[in-house]
């Protein structure tokens, strides 16, 4: 059996979608950073229980300059990640209170797909210090399939977060096919 599915990854510009995706497709890691203009994606096969998996990554860019066209690319998504940074700075804290702009931006166009959010760039911060209670509000309110803290630079947390959207869509979709 072979599986299809579009998984789009949206959030501010800079957070690290780009390398969380590369790090989960390809294990590599750049440090330079590179806009992303308009969207990219990303195949990935993968198998879970013998069946094949297609899995179409489309990396939306972030930055407010690309509002216009990122609707178009949220057609037809079958789950999407919304990735928020960590980093104890301006940048972080706005990043994290736009994933409810994130959140009703997808669905407004997607209806309810599934939705996992990355907590990026754990790497920089005093994960000791690290209160989760903030998060896991947004996350039971929204109905999250969870939260994940994740690192593109030391691949932390990258596998099981991208796995449980992979493996939720699988055993949504697998009787189906």
């Known amino acids: 059996m072979k599986l299809k599915f579009k998984i789009t990854v949206i959030g501010d510009g800079k957070v690290g979608k780009t390398s969380l995706i590369k790090k989960f497709t390809k294990g590599s890691f750049k440090q330079d950073y590179i806009k992303t203009i308009g969207a990219q994606f990303f195949v990935f096969d993968q198998e879970i229980n013998e069946d094949k998996i297609r899995l179409l990554f489309w990396d939306i860019a972030g930055q407010v300059d690309f509002n216009f066209l990122r609707t178009s690319f949220y057609n037809k998504s079958d789950a999407a990640v919304i990735i928020y940074s960590l980093e104890d700075n301006n940048f972080g804290k706005k990043s994290f209170n736009h994933i409810f702009d994130w959140y009703n931006d997808i ?7 599934p939705v996992v959010l990355f907590a990026n ?32 630079k030391t691949g932390e947390g990258v596998n099981e977060a991208f796995n449980t959207i992979i493996k939720r869509l699988y055993n949504t979709y697998k009787h189906l096919s």
């Open 107 to 113: 669905s407004k166009y997607c209806g309810e797909i």
């Open 121 to 152: 760039k754990v790497d920089l911060v005093d994960q000791y210090n690290f209160d989760d209670s903030k998060i896991q509000k947004l996350v039971d309110k929204h109905n999250f399939l969870g939260f994940y803290r994740t690192s593109a």
